[in-house]
């Protein structure tokens, strides 16, 4: 018995043209990705900061002490100083009024409280200060207003700020 009509299916031409389409869509489409997956990072990373910061902020309300976010030390385990951030940071009690550098005579609560690693090297975080001090009441007090801006390496990287008042409202426009 034979058959009669046409045999359905693709052709090798057929399935190397829809390759081929693929394929360019794909090299189109790769540093769009690329700039997401970045945009994505820095955005993750900034909101990691307010987060802390609004921690360190609340502890100092909560525990009726100071408490700092600062720059970590070459160790990790201390405040350091400048105003690069990119190593990383703490967020730690500070036991006295006008310290620059975590309490190590607080036994009965974790310090430092929170430790960040380094950021992404694709990421720039750099403050107006080596720390961020939150007085029992949330404000900065003598401290005044800080900022950390987060910037990006890649070509057409908006930066992005955390802005820390005086009075202890912390804002990321």
Same mark, same amino acid.
């Given at each position: 018995?034979?058959?009669?009509?046409?045999?359905?299916?693709?052709?090798?031409?057929?399935?190397?043209?829809?390759?081929?389409?693929?394929?360019?869509?794909?090299?189109?489409?790769?540093?769009?990705?690329?700039?997401?997956?970045?945009n994505?990072?820095?955005?993750?990373?900034?909101?990691?900061?307010?987060?802390?910061?609004?921690?360190?902020r609340?502890?100092?309300?909560k525990?009726?002490?100071?408490?700092?976010?600062?720059?970590?030390? *070459?160790?990790? #385990?201390?405040? =350091? /100083?400048? !105003?690069?951030? +990119?190593?990383?940071?703490?967020?730690?009690? $500070?036991?006295a009024?006008?310290?620059?550098?975590?309490?190590?005579?607080?036994?009965?609560?974790?310090?430092p409280?929170?430790?960040?690693?380094?950021?992404?090297?694709?990421?720039?975080?750099?403050?107006?200060?080596?720390?961020?001090?939150?007085?029992?009441?949330?404000t900065?007090?003598?401290?005044?207003? *800080?900022?950390? #801006?987060?910037? =990006? /390496?890649? !070509?057409?990287? +908006?930066?992005?700020?955390?802005?820390?008042? $005086?009075t202890?409202?912390?804002?990321r426009?």
């Open positions: 018995m034979k058959f009669q009509g046409r045999q359905s299916g693709v052709t090798m031409v057929e399935l190397m043209i829809v390759l081929s389409i693929a394929a360019i869509l794909a090299t189109l489409a790769a540093p769009s990705f690329s700039s997401f997956i970045n994505t990072r820095q955005t993750s990373t900034i909101t990691e900061v307010v987060s802390d910061l609004n921690l360190a609340s502890e100092a309300i525990r009726n002490s100071w408490v700092l976010v600062c720059v970590r030390n *070459a160790a990790g #385990t201390n405040c =350091g /100083t400048g !105003s690069n951030w +990119q190593k990383g940071w703490l967020v730690c009690y $500070a036991g009024a006008g310290a620059t550098s975590c309490d190590a005579a607080t036994t009965d609560n974790p310090n409280i929170r430790v960040h690693q380094a950021i992404n090297s694709n990421l720039t975080l750099t403050g107006s200060a080596a720390l961020v001090r939150f007085n029992p009441n949330g900065q007090g003598a401290g005044g207003a *800080a900022t950390l #801006t987060l910037t =990006g /390496t890649w !070509s057409g990287a +908006q930066a992005k700020v955390a802005k820390i008042a $005086a202890g409202l912390i804002s426009p």
